[in-house]
């Protein structure tokens, strides 16, 4: 008989996962199973399917290579019941552990699944806090608890001073908590970029290529170009890389787009740090370590700590409270089906052409062209959050649904009514324009708003404010826009929303854009 099942998922790959912290390796059996159920829940970009059953095959080999008996299933394992509760319960079946150990999941439709196990087989499922994150769900609670409104920058600094980041005694580093307003500069167009490294892959990694391949071909997006690092030891090379060659640069140009250049200064660890292979107070505590030595500047360490430090758990923190409502809110009642192009990257729009055509082929973009682009877009366009949701979770390899719900539904989509943010993030040409060199390319006029050939995202931003008048009027950080919207006169108002109309029926009836 086996002591312990212990059940490691997809994005736990990390040696000190809490279901294996007290492994009794001669008595214990370590269950990782690729499933079906998990790969086409929504269609997921095949990258990411590949990435994560590579990254598993090569946690269970080094597993085993420490002496621990691991429960392998296969995807083409031909007794593969494509759930995992139907996994948990065959290798109970077979095993006749005392108990199952399990590490609390990133989805809630997942910890739902968890919490039956116990009943469906008949023995304990002790399931445990994941310790990899830096606030727990219910530390994070407690900081919410009686707050009117939750907002990342209070959360942020009390992280700051918990972990003991970028201060000087109790103050922060250079007198100010936050740099953002630093980061947000234009892209020069001979400004240097340099390449990323990346990591083709091994023989192991290249026969899951193939599976995948065989197994998900309708699914969007590629395999061609896969050099995701799935090891710990690519994971550390691919963070130690962005830390000695692209921080320095990060925090200047970190919202910046260029056509053609997906990549930028941006780090890439998103992807293995949400799969489990590298731990985020070690990234945040050598990024400062690279300012403590005068490699990069303050504005840029701080900017990718508050990604981290902050914002990741943040939202992680978001999600949890708030589930299994959130996954239901619609504040602005957005009902317009996604248009197809978002699955294809065919329009005539230069900005969403490239960001979804790079996403397609990658499996990436950066978090402008995934808020600024085509969440800026799904907004005004007032796009079903359901469907928007679905398809970031589907289409990114660092999507789960922890990290993507509360970044698409409440960042992007403002669905949430202001729990992640306290206005939409909304924008009209102009903005992309400042900050990418997308629009000089692009078969629209993004100076025009109401012709033929004028930016889609100028009339749409306008009626989207129209729309919503009312409602922003109460907010003061939408006075602005409203203001504008209310000083027009009735026939460039007219032709605004004409022009929006066209276009929203253009959407509904599936005519390029």
């Not at 990342?152 to 600094?157: G, N």
């Not at 079903?384 to 789960?400: G, K, Q």
């Not at 950080?477 to 929006?500: E, F, H, I, S």
Request: glycine content about 6%; charged content about 25%.
């Amino acid at each position: 008989m086996t002591a312990m099942l212990r059940v490691v998922l997809g994005d736990q790959l990390s040696r000190g996962i809490a279901a294996l912290t007290d492994l009794d390796a001669a008595r214990d059996v370590v269950l990782l199973a690729e499933v079906m159920g998990e790969c086409t829940y929504v269609p997921h970009h095949p990258q990411k399917i590949a990435m994560v059953l590579a990254a598993m095959r090569h946690f269970a080999t080094a597993l085993r290579a420490r002496g621990v008996t691991v429960r392998y299933v296969t995807l083409d394992d031909p007794d593969n019941t494509a759930s995992l509760s139907g996994e948990v319960a065959r290798a109970v079946a077979a095993l006749r552990p005392s108990r199952i150990i399990a590490t609390e999941p990133g989805e809630y439709r997942v910890r739902q699944a968890m919490r039956s196990w116990a009943d469906a087989t008949g023995i304990p499922c002790e399931i445990r806090e994941d310790t990899r994150f830096l606030a727990s769900t219910e530390a994070f609670a407690r900081w919410a608890e009686d707050r009117r409104q939750l907002r990342l920058e209070f959360f942020y600094r009390e992280m700051r001073r918990k972990y003991r980041l970028l201060l000087d005694g109790e103050a922060p580093e250079g007198g100010r908590w936050n740099y953002d307003a630093e980061n947000r500069k234009a892209l020069p167009a001979t400004m240097p970029i340099p390449s990323p490294r990346r990591f083709p892959p091994d023989s192991e990694t290249r026969a899951v290529i193939a599976l995948v391949a065989s197994r998900f071909a309708t699914h969007p997006g590629t395999l061609e170009r896969f050099d995701y690092p799935v090891t710990a030891q690519d994971a550390e090379a691919g963070a130690a890389d962005f830390l000695t060659h692209r921080l320095p640069q990060f925090g200047d140009w970190q919202d910046a787009m260029a056509a053609g250049t997906p990549y930028m200064f941006h780090s890439l660890v998103s992807a293995p740090l949400n799969l489990g292979l590298l731990d985020p107070l070690d990234l945040c505590q050598r990024a400062e370590a690279e300012y403590r030595a005068g490699r990069a500047p303050l504005n840029a360490v701080e900017g990718f700590i508050r990604q981290i430090l902050g914002w990741r758990e943040f939202i992680r923190g978001v999600y949890w409270l708030h589930m299994p409502d959130y996954a239901a809110k619609n504040a602005l009642g957005a009902d317009q089906k996604l248009p197809g192009f978002y699955w294809t990257g065919e329009t005539d729009m230069r900005c969403m052409a490239d960001a979804i055509g790079q996403t397609l082929t990658l499996a990436y973009a950066h978090h402008i062209q995934r808020l600024m682009i085509t969440g800026n877009f799904a907004l005004l366009a007032g796009l079903d959050p359901d469907a928007v949701d679905r398809w970031y979770l589907a289409v990114y390899a660092d999507a789960y649904e922890w990290v993507e719900m509360p970044n698409t539904r409440g960042m992007a989509l403002h669905a949430d009514g202001g729990i992640v943010g306290s206005k939409p993030y909304a924008a009209s040409g102009a903005y992309i324009n400042r900050m990418s060199n997308y629009c000089g390319t692009c078969h629209y006029d993004v100076k025009d708003a109401t012709g033929a050939r004028a930016c889609p995202f100028n009339a749409l931003y306008w009626d989207f404010i129209a729309r919503h008048e009312a409602l922003f009027a109460a907010n003061p950080r939408m006075a602005m826009p409203v203001r504008g919207w209310r000083a027009m006169t009735d026939q460039k108002r007219g032709k605004l929303r004409a022009r929006a109309a066209s276009l929203r029926n253009a959407l509904t009836e599936g005519i390029r854009i």
